[in-house]
T-cell receptor
């Protein structure tokens, strides 16, 4: 039931790109993406609604394919500040239950 | 910018004791949530709350847990008889609408609960 993220962990050099995937076995209304730094609360990055939309914020963008029940987060030209654990969050239609994905640890090296 | 606040930041308690974790959501928000994160693990949904009642709860949210909005501003999570495995970071979140409406959730800084 919990969305599965891949990869589990990734190490990048500053300036490199990364893709984080989130896959659910259940139909989704929306997908949220969060970044959590060690010892801190998750911080909202963006939300995608059904309709296959894409969104972008600075050098971070995401897509949502509701038919495949998948979302991907794209980080381009990564910066040191991108380091953290990324979670997707999903809401199943007909419930008020909000489920976080398994998480992807990303580390950007100088 | 308005933010969600939580108190205390760290709570240490003995097994079997009751604890109350407090949250002040953003003032015009209507939906409230509690999450738990065991150190190094995923964020787990506990409960959602709307219109003064529980909207949804997870399997983790058993009879030992309860939530309340006692005074229109605070939102509390009570654990009646703590167990060692309740040790975790507890996050409160609030939003003005559910995810399907395109709303986001704003997280508080968390309360680290340590059960000895």
């Amino acid at each position: 039931q919990q969305p599965v993220q891949s990869p589990q962990a990734v190490i990048l050099r500053e300036g490199e790109d990364a893709v984080i995937n989130c896959s659910s076995s259940k139909a989704l209304y929306s997908v949220h993406w969060y970044r959590q730094k060690h010892g801190e609360a998750p911080v909202f990055l963006m939300i995608l609604l059904k309709g296959g939309e894409q969104k972008g914020h600075d050098k971070i963008s995401a897509s949502f394919n509701e038919k495949k029940q998948q979302s991907s987060l794209y980080l381009t030209a990564s910066q040191l500040s991108y380091s953290g654990t990324y979670f997707c969050g999903t809401e199943t239609p007909g419930t008020y239950k909000y489920i976080f994905g398994t998480g992807t640890r990303l580390k950007v090296l100088a | 910018e308005p933010e969600v606040t939580q108190t205390p930041s760290h709570q240490v308690t003995q097994m079997g004791q009751e604890v109350i974790l407090r949250c002040v959501p953003i003032s015009n928000h209507l939906y409230f949530y509690w999450y738990r994160q065991i150190l190094g693990q995923k964020v787990e949904f506990l409960v959602s709350f709307y219109n003064n009642e529980i909207s949804e709860k997870s399997e983790i949210f058993d009879d030992q847990f309860s939530v309340e909005r006692p005074d229109g501003s605070n939102f509390t999570l009570k654990i009646r008889s703590t167990k060692l495995e309740d040790s975790a970071m507890y996050f409160c979140a609030s939003g003005s609408g559910m995810g399907a409406s395109g709303d986001t959730q704003y997280f508080g800084p968390g309360t680290r609960l340590t059960v000895l």
